[in-house]
T-cell receptor, first 113, second 112 residues
Framework: DAGVIQSPRHEVTEMGQEVTLRCKPI?????LFWYRQTMMRGLELLIY????????DSGMPEDRFSAKMPNASFSTLKIQPSEPRDSAVYFC???????????FGPGTRLTVT | GENVEQHPSTLSVQEGDSAVIKCTYS??????FPWYKQELGKRPQLIID?????GEKKDQRIAVTLNKTAKHFSLHITETQPEDSAVYFC???????????FGAGTTVTVRA
């Protein structure tokens, strides 16, 4: 059974460019979470969806960040325009309805130069 | 919102000894407390969790204890092995939603 899938695994881009990160949750899971991990700030929840609906986006740092979940098997996190301080590992996680157990994807390492 | 504090930030133990990591939380509504292990360059992996109606849970060499009154919970690893070397994160989640608030992490090094 496939776990959470994320792409790309690594992304290097120049400041000002648009970046799109992708996530496919575990089949049957209906909650999806986007996290950012840095040495300075640890693991931060950016946004989470339940049944494709954004429930809490209070962790989204600013308007340059946006996330969508057009269907149960796909979500994107977009940064436009990107800045060097956005460099981090971005994780997607999913969980079953009514369950707190979250399973993480392999992450996308983003470097903005 | 929930605030989770984790101590120590680093822990070095001799192989075969025990390791203990402690966390405190602020929101009395929190009822789910997972622990994640993250090896270098890998994803966080759920290793054990405990819910607020339970005081202790064991799974082979790892155990977690919860003190709701004091709002703290701990991870215990016995008979440590080199493969236990990793960063361990505690987290807490409220009855009201499924968000996890993470501690800052503990880097555990097991010396051979």
């Amino acid at each position: 059974d496939a776990g959470v899938i994320q792409s790309p695994r690594h992304e290097v881009t120049e400041m000002g460019q648009e970046v799109t990160l992708r996530c496919k949750p575990i089949s049957g899971h209906n909650s999806l979470f986007w996290y950012r991990q840095t040495m300075m700030r640890g693991l931060e929840l950016l946004i989470y969806f339940n049944n494709n609906v954004p429930i809490d986006d209070s962790g989204m740092p600013e308007d340059r960040f946006s996330a969508k979940m057009p269907n149960a098997s796909f979500s994107t996190l977009k940064i436009q325009p990107s800045e060097p301080r956005d460099s981090a590992v971005y994780f997607c996680a999913s969980s079953l309805a009514g369950s707190h157990e979250q399973y993480f994807g392999p992450g996308t390492r983003l470097t903005v130069t | 919102g929930e605030n989770v504090e984790q101590h120590p930030s680093t822990l070095s133990v001799q192989e075969g000894d025990s390791a203990v990591i402690k966390c405190t939380y602020s929101d009395s509504a929190s009822n789910y407390f997972p622990w994640y292990k993250q090896e270098l360059g890998k994803r966080p992996q759920l290793i054990i969790d405990i819910r607020s109606n339970v005081g202790e849970k064991k799974d082979q060499r790892i155990a977690v204890t919860l003190n709701k009154t004091a709002k703290h919970f701990s991870l215990h690893i016995t008979e440590t092995q080199p493969e236990d070397s990793a960063v361990y994160f505690c987290a807490a989640s409220s009855v009201y939603d499924y968000k996890l608030s993470f501690g800052a992490g503990t880097t555990v090094t097991v010396r051979a």
